[in-house]
């Protein structure tokens, strides 16, 4: 069944149905309930949910109607678009597969998960479509490991569809830090008023920190430098430096100019008390760089044993919890590319003629460079023998 543009209430009550209206329903109010607070946390888990909060705005009601900020006219448009594409496929899918499909829904509506991974695949999909492609859901249809089949003029490739987390490949995880500035938040206002001025508090680990007991030692520390009105503390777990802050100009536009001074890899907050211009930049980044492309060939090696190894196959890989600034360093740097091309000789990938590598940008359909101009970034196995066939070449050609 196919839904005309403008029949969101139609698309909601096949949502929900296909969903469960109640499980639905919970997970608004979970995710609401956890973003009550105004806190870095917060924000990161509304960030974390901006498919479900987004549909949650188009469905409408009361309830949800206040979840989350509101978002781009665009993004509603895509999280729609999305679960137009779920609907529809239900309704050509008979009963054993459809209830694939309300599982991975399901597990999308369940604990820390999202409906990222779903609709990743149901994007891919569509971009395959858009190529020309026939595209076959082989995972839901008939079980297999890889999630999709594509074939244009008799030529087939097989597609495995994975989701890899940023902080998988970060020393200084991305949740340790928004619990670390909840925590110490309250701590550096305190401070400030105490202190006025502009400040940056420089933190260097170099172990990175990425378990909860090292988010509250660091915390420890930070309070402790604070009160004993010292400029600096140091031994082998951190480096704490408090220094004057020398960026001139007006709160609005300093997270640009500190994101300029400091880089993609390190982590920024700030505090500053109302009424006054003082203000505290805590900065924090790992003597260690980030291995997040390595993470990446990590996702990517799972991946690929999910492959029949009896057509060419084709790594569509999803980068989540990525800002803009790590996305373009990671794609101008040329860091993912030479991590996947070193992937792409090792035996494990022998099957594989291209990997694919997508982030929220092109999910949301933002605007180049923040995205891919070819609404993914791949790269083409060079000695896989099928890699040249014509009729493979829009899904598998190097791009981006």
């Not at 909601?12 to 973003?35: H, T």
């Not at 989701?163 to 500035?181: F, K, N, Q, Y």
């Not at 989540?320 to 070193?342: I, K, M, P, Q, Y």
Request: net charge neutral; hydrophobic share 40%; glycine share 8%.
């Amino acid at each position: 069944m196919a839904y005309a543009a403008g029949s969101h209430h139609a698309i909601k009550d096949a949502f929900l149905d296909l969903a469960g209206e109640e499980a639905w329903l919970q997970r608004l109010s979970d995710i609401s309930e956890a973003s009550r607070r105004r806190s870095f946390s917060a924000r990161a888990l509304q960030q974390r949910h901006a498919l479900e909060l987004a549909l949650a705005r188009i469905f409408g009601g009361e309830a949800q109607a206040s979840l989350g900020r509101q978002g781009s006219a665009a993004t509603e448009a895509r999280a729609l678009d999305f679960a137009r594409e779920a609907v529809e496929l239900a309704a050509t899918l008979p009963p054993g597969p459809r209830d694939r499909l309300r599982h991975l829904l399901a597990a999308g509506l369940t604990g820390q998960a999202n409906l990222i991974p779903l609709f990743h695949m149901l994007r891919v999909a569509s971009l395959q479509r858009s190529r020309g492609f026939a595209v076959h859901h082989a995972g839901l249809i008939d079980g297999t490991p890889h999630d999709l089949l594509i074939r244009r003029d008799e030529a087939e490739a097989e597609i495995v569809c994975e989701t890899a987390l940023a902080d998988e490949g970060r020393p200084l995880h991305h949740s340790g830090w928004c619990t670390l500035v909840d925590r110490v938040n309250p701590d550096l206002h305190t401070w400030l008023s105490a202190h006025p001025g502009r400040y940056v508090l420089k933190v260097t680990l170099p172990d990175g920190m990425q378990e909860p007991e090292h988010v509250a030692e660091l915390h420890r520390r930070i309070t402790a430098l604070l009160s004993s009105h010292k400029r600096q503390d140091a031994d082998q777990a951190a480096v704490l430096k408090l220094d004057p802050l020398l960026i001139a100009g007006a709160q609005v536009g300093l997270p640009a100019a500190l994101r300029a001074q400091f880089g993609p890899d390190t982590h920024l907050a700030m505090a500053g008390n109302p009424g006054s211009d003082s203000i505290l930049v805590l900065a924090a980044r790992s003597g260690r760089e980030n291995g997040i492309a390595a993470a990446v060939c990590r996702r990517a090696t799972l991946a690929a044993s999910r492959l029949s190894g009896t057509r060419p196959g084709i790594l569509a890989m999803f980068l989540e919890d990525l800002n803009r600034t790590e996305w373009r360093s990671l794609r101008e740097s040329l860091e993912l590319e030479g991590a996947v091309r070193r992937f792409l000789t090792r035996p494990v990938a022998r099957h594989v003629v291209t990997v694919s590598c997508a982030s929220r940008m092109e999910m949301f359909d933002m605007a180049p460079p923040d995205s891919t101009p070819c609404g993914e970034l791949r790269f083409r196995h060079p000695s896989h023998p099928q890699g040249r066939l014509p009729a493979l070449l829009p899904a598998v050609e190097s791009c981006g």
